[in-house]
């Protein structure tokens, strides 16, 4: 089984480019989490989806990020007109049905540098 | 809201000595989980121990062991017998309600492990 598959783990986007980010959930996982981790900082959260559902996107940017996870395919993490400030790793997490397992599993990150 | 607090930025200790890594929560939550990640070099978020708020024995997980101190809102990290691969940052992490895989995450604590 494999893991949490995330690519490109490097991307490098001038300013004002667009940035999309891929997850690939654990198979059997139908919830997807992604977090942004800022140099020297913790991972915070930014959005929560299930297939075809964006359930909680209280830690997104209201502007320029947005994210899908759609019947079919890998979720994704839409960034446009990216600045200076959006380098960062970002992180996405899978789990299986809720209430079934309290461990969300990690993929390795895609590293988005701005230049 | 949760907040997770870790107030030690960095840790070292010698191989095979013992350390202790702290951290405090804050939450509205009556049901929650508390977690210890780990972020070795690699970037890879590595789950190390868990704990549920509603079982107060400390759980364990070989050379790891946890101090659950609900009253208080404490979850301390403890590792024995270090070793040089221990050597990572630590994050403490809490998830409550219904959204086990929405993780609030500390500041983290970088620990080196010395020979």
């Known amino acids: 089984n494999a893991g949490v598959m995330q690519n490109p783990r490097h991307l490098v986007r001038r300013r004002g480019q667009e940035a999309r980010l891929r997850c690939s959930p654990m198979k059997g996982h139908s919830h997807v989490y992604w977090y942004r981790q800022l140099p020297e900082e913790g991972l915070k959260f930014m959005v929560y989806?299930?297939?075809?559902?964006?359930?909680?996107e209280s830690g997104m940017p209201k502007e320029r990020f947005s994210a899908e996870f759609p019947k079919e395919g890998p979720s994704i993490l839409r960034i446009q007109q990216v600045v200076r400030g959006d380098s960062a790793a970002y992180f996405c997490?899978?789990?299986?049905?809720?209430?079934?397992?309290?461990?969300?599993?990690f993929g390795q990150g895609t590293r988005l540098t701005v230049v | 809201a949760q907040t997770v607090t870790q107030s030690q930025p960095e840790m070292s200790v010698q191989e095979a000595e013992t350390v202790t890594l702290s951290c405090t929560y804050d939450?509205?939550?009556?049901?929650?989980?508390l977690f210890w990640y780990k972020q070795p070099p690699s970037r890879q978020m590595i789950l190390v121990i868990r704990?549920?708020?509603?079982?107060?024995q400390n759980a364990t997980e070989n050379r790891f062991s946890v101090n659950f101190q609900k009253a208080a809102k404490s979850f301390s990290l403890k590792i024995s017998d270090s070793q040089l691969g221990d050597t990572a940052m630590y994050f403490c992490a809490s998830a409550g309600g219904t959204s086990y895989g929405k993780l609030t995450f500390g500041q983290g604590t970088i620990l080196t492990v010395h020979p």
């Open positions: 939450t509205s939550e009556n049901n929650y989980y």
């Open positions: 989806l299930q297939k075809e559902n964006i359930i909680d």
């Open positions: 704990q549920e708020a509603y079982k107060q």
């Open positions: 997490a899978s789990s299986p049905i809720q209430g079934q397992n309290t461990e969300a599993f």
